[in-house]
Every structure is written in structure tokens, then in C-alpha cells.
């Protein structure tokens, strides 16, 4: 048997090869010729061609016509079976071009609904029909008839959604491509066989994949993407995206997926039947969370030369100078919630947290006296003119037990009008900014924050944000040194603290929580319910409506 299949056909494979003695030879049938010196061979059992075009997730293309010939030339009774699932017969025939036997993945593009698991199998030969039919009825895998009956509908628009997927996949490729990633898609000219896929198919389908040189990278902008559903399948109606070789193709040895060429931070993108500007949209904005393009004042998107990753690097390898502190990228890692008093308080239940998905804050100096906040994730920007905010106060190394009422009271002009959603984020921000800021030089800041966590209500962990502006004030004012590189323990580029200095760094986080807890729109938390955990959920919501 030769083939050129992956994932669970692999492992299939791999099984056969072991227990039923059937000899496998995996080739790259990008180049029929590779199969000739095994078809040619006099005493040659080579009894199945087993081909995918385009394949998954490379989107590698073989010449169907040319192999089957060039196969029934040498060996006339063997088959060319082909795995069509990524093109649905919708958009490419095998049979057509001299396959023996095609099959398809019904729970995908034929049924377009994820809502059922079934398998398609078509050939023109009564012989084979006859041996697959038999097995069939021996073993009794027939679909069911509710399950037949769902694939029965889906078909009925299996044209509709594949045409509104291929125009949306290919303005994502086109849109991708223009950004300058490598990008996988038979629908871009430059995309190799092209030419032969447009023979063969008439179009080129709705899944993509393209590759960041950056894995980390790769698994932020995985995480960002809201619209974009984490899942392994394709050809469903809902856009979806993954890592294959953490999720699909994760079962197969890193070395080989080295040599197919599957680099670990790829991408696949497997587009749905959404508004295409939305999916744009929403991937744009993953891009931009997760550092891998920066978007100008006009709009204009650009492929980022500094990403998250490497700009963590850039600053673990140079000295902690003041003019480095004037320009510094933070991250707060999120936590793991289920459910608990944050799903009551914003009604949102998370599903999973991790450190490597995390809150961001880059902090940029200004030579005005501006001090601006953006939080892109509630599309808010702000400036403050630093000569009017109330920034008599002095600075303690300590911060206060309870957050100042005065200070607060002073505070609420500068946030009146603000988006209600991310009024009590502000009002931390401004509370922490003039209680650690350095107010002698009036120096003018941008502070930029974006999260990567997919929880709570908006900016994700309020507790990670707390942590960025609190540890961004302190190191960008000199209040505390910025870690070097000679610090105990290092991951992924990104500067550990020392105890002493996650110890500070918390304190001040802590008074920015309360700000922003105690504030909470819906429901009202005491003081003592954040310093007594152990209250039961029933006694927080019972005290909370009495305040």
C-alpha cells in the first residue's frame, strides 16, 4: 500500500501494518514519479494508491488523473482509493479523473452541522461495490435513520455553504498572505500545483492553514480568536481553528511530522458560513492581542516585527536602565475557573485559563504631559491632561489597606461618561497612577492593554489586569527595579520575579481589585467577603443584597 494520509488514517495504518502483516510506504505524491519505482518493480503487491488532495492540513495538491493513470499502467488491479473530504463532491470528482474509490467524510462538508458522525464510500466497479456492500451488512455499521435522514438534509445546501465558505477562505488567504505569513491555500496564485488543482476541482475549498515562525505565538492568537471556535473538525457551518500538531495531528511522532514538513506553530483555519468581514474582523483582532500585527491610528493592519515573545526577549537580554523602563511590555498569566462567585457576579462560567493565556500591558512613554489608557478589549481610549488630575498626593512604599474614599471621590470626574463596562478598570488605573507615579517630571505615558483570557466580562481576569497596571506603575516610575536577566527562573523569553517583588507587585494589584470589586454594577461585595474566602456562595449573595 502507498499513501500519503495522516491522523486517524495514519494511525489505522500504523495498526494494520502491525497486526495484519500489510506493508505501508508513506511518499509525497506531489511528484507522481515517486511512485514508480515501487509500481514498477517485477514482483511489485502494491494493491492500493491511498491519496488526499488537497491534503490536511498543507494543503498539498497531487495530480489524481496522473497518478491513476500512471498506476493502472504498471498494475491494473490496483486500486486508487481517494480521500476527498476536503473538497466534498461538490467541488472535486475523483471518480472522474480514474479513481477507483472515493470516500468522503459525511459528518463534514455533506452534512455542514457537526450534529452526526457518518462516512461516504462511492466506486464504478460492481465487484468492489459488491465487497464493500457485504462487509457493510456483516458488521452492521449502516447509518441509522435519523442519522441518514440529518445527512439527507444537509446535502440539500452542501452548494450554498461551500460557496459563501470559499469566498470567505479566500478573502482570509488573500488577507493573511497581504499581512506576510505563509500561508497554505489552493486559491492564492502562488500556492504551488495550483494549476493542477484547478483541473482537477472547481474551487479551492474553505480550509487554509499558514504559520507564524513563532509557536507561542501561534497559541496566543489560537486563544484571542472569539468568533473562531477551538475544535479539530472542518465543514461544519461555524468557522474553527487550531494547532493540528497539538490537537489533530498530535498522535503522530514529532520526528515525522518534522519530515511532512508540519511545523509546530502552524495554523488551520477552516472557515464557516459567518459574514465575511466579521470573520475578518474577529481574526484581525486576535492577530492584534496576541502581538503578531500592530494596527495603526488609521486602521491600517501590519505585520508586527516585534511580537509579544520577542519583545519579552528583547528586554530579558539589556541591563535594567531607567531609559529601558520607559518603554516596557507586562503580562499577568489568568487562572482556571469553572464556575464560582466571578460566573455569578458576570454571568459568563469560563471553561479553562492558562498561564500562557495572559493579560498584556505596554506602557510607551510620551513627551507631552498625556496620560492615555486603552483598553482595546472594550474598544476604549482615553487621555487625561496630567496637570488636571489630583496628583498632590504623595508616594508610600506601602499601599493603603482600603482604597481612599476621598481619592475616589476625586477620581469620579475623570471617569464620568466612560463605558459602564470598563468604568471601575479606569478608575483602578487612575486610583494606582496617582498613588505610584512619579509626579515630580509630569511624564506623559500611553498604557495599552489587551487580554488573551477567555473569561469573566471583557477584560478577562480582573485580577491579571490588576497585576499588569500595578507592576507597569512600579517599574515604569522607578518604584521597583525591572528583573534582569540573572534572575532565578526564566520561561519562554519572559523575566521572573523575585518573591520580594511579586510580594509589592500583588499588594498593589490587591488594592486595585477592591476598587474594582467593590464596584461591581450588579452586585456589591463586601470588604470582608475578600478577606474571608471561606463564606459560603449563599451568605456573599445574602449580604450583598442587604448592602
Not at 539589556?318 to 499577568?332: G, I, P
Amino acid at each position: 500500500m502507498l499513501a500519503t494520509i495522516s491522523t486517524g488514517s495514519n494511525r489505522l495504518l500504523a495498526y494494520l501494518k502491525e497486526h495484519n502483516g500489510i506493508v505501508v510506504h508513506h511518499l509525497d505524491t506531489t511528484q507522481p514519479d515517486v511512485l514508480v519505482p515501487y509500481l514498477s518493480k517485477s514482483d511489485s503487491k502494491v494493491a492500493m494508491v491511498l491519496l488526499e488532495s488537497p491534503t490536511n492540513p498543507l494543503l498539498q495538491i497531487a495530480d489524481l488523473a496522473a497518478i491513476a493513470d500512471l498506476v493502472h499502467e504498471h498494475i491494473r488491479e490496483c486500486l486508487v482509493v481517494v480521500d476527498n473530504t476536503m473538497m466534498s463532491p461538490y467541488l472535486q470528482r475523483p471518480l472522474e479523473h480514474g479513481a477507483d474509490l472515493v470516500y468522503d467524510s459525511g459528518t463534514k462538508y455533506l452534512s455542514g452541522h457537526h450534529d452526526l458522525m457518518a462516512g461516504v464510500i462511492v466506486c464504478d466497479r460492481d465487484d468492489v461495490a459488491k465487497r464493500i456492500a457485504f462487509v457493510i451488512n456483516s458488521i452492521g455499521n449502516g447509518l441509522a435513520p435519523i442519522d441518514s435522514f440529518l445527512l439527507l438534509r444537509g446535502i440539500k445546501t452542501l452548494a450554498l455553504r461551500l460557496e459563501q465558505q470559499q469566498r470567505s477562505a479566500q478573502a482570509v488567504a488573500e488577507y493573511l498572505h497581504g499581512l506576510g505569513f505563509k500561508v497554505h491555500f489552493p486559491g492564492l496564485p502562488s500556492h504551488p500545483n495550483k494549476d493542477i488543482h484547478d483541473r482537477l476541482a472547481r474551487g479551492p475549498g474553505a480550509v487554509l492553514s499558514f504559520v507564524t515562525d513563532d509557536k507561542a505565538l501561534s497559541e496566543r492568537i489560537v486563544a484571542a480568536a472569539r468568533l473562531w471556535g477551538i475544535s479539530v473538525s472542518f465543514g461544519c457551518v461555524n468557522s474553527l481553528i487550531s494547532m493540528p500538531c497539538l490537537m489533530s495531528h498530535a498522535s503522530i511522532d514529532p520526528a515525522v511530522r518534522a519530515a511532512r514538513g508540519l511545523q509546530e506553530d502552524l495554523i488551520r483555519l477552516c472557515v464557516g458560513i459567518e459574514d465575511t468581514d466579521d470573520l475578518l474582523d474577529d481574526l484581525e483582532a486576535a492577530l492584534a492581542e496576541a502581538g503578531a500585527i500592530t494596527i495603526f491610528e488609521d486602521g491600517t493592519p501590519s505585520r508586527a516585527g516585534n511580537t509579544a515573545n520577542q519583545l519579552t526577549q528583547s528586554l530579558a537580554s539589556t541591563s535594567a536602565s531607567k531609559s529601558e523602563s520607559a518603554n516596557l511590555l507586562v503580562s499577568a498569566p489568568g487562572k482556571v475557573i469553572l464556575f464560582g462567585e466571578h460566573a455569578v457576579v458576570h454571568g459568563v462560567t469560563a471553561i479553562a485559563g492558562s498561564v500562557d493565556l495572559r493579560c498584556y500591558c505596554l506602557t510607551e512613554a510620551r513627551s507631552d504631559e498625556i496620560l492615555t489608557l486603552h483598553l482595546s478589549d472594550f474598544d476604549l481610549s482615553h487621555d487625561w491632561n496630567l496637570s488636571d488630575l489630583p496628583l498632590d498626593h504623595e508616594f508610600t512604599s506601602t499601599p493603603d489597606e482600603q482604597p481612599d474614599e476621598a481619592l475616589l471621590a476625586r477620581i469620579e470626574p475623570f471617569v464620568h461618561g466612560l463605558d459602564k463596562r470598563a468604568v471601575h478598570a479606569v478608575q483602578a488605573f487612575l486610583y494606582l497612577y496617582i498613588r505610584l507615579a512619579d509626579h515630580r517630571n509630569k511624564m506623559g505615558q500611553s498604557f495599552t492593554i489587551r487580554t488573551a483570557l477567555p473569561i469573566s466580562a471583557g477584560l478577562g481576569s480582573s485580577a491579571a489586569y490588576s497585576v499588569c497596571i500595578a507592576s507597569s506603575l512600579l517599574y515604569t516610575h522607578q518604584r521597583l527595579s525591572i528583573p534582569t536577566s540573572t534572575h532565578s527562573k526564566e520561561h519562554a523569553g519572559r523575566r521572573s520575579l523575585s518573591y520580594e517583588q511579586a510580594d509589592t507587585v500583588n499588594s498593589w494589584a490587591f488594592l486595585a481589585e477592591k476598587i474594582i470589586m467593590a464596584n461591581l454594577a450588579e452586585w456589591t461585595i463586601p470588604w470582608q467577603v475578600m478577606e474571608e474566602p471561606w463564606l459560603s456562595l449563599e451568605r456573599r449573595h445574602k449580604e450583598a443584597k442587604q448592602r
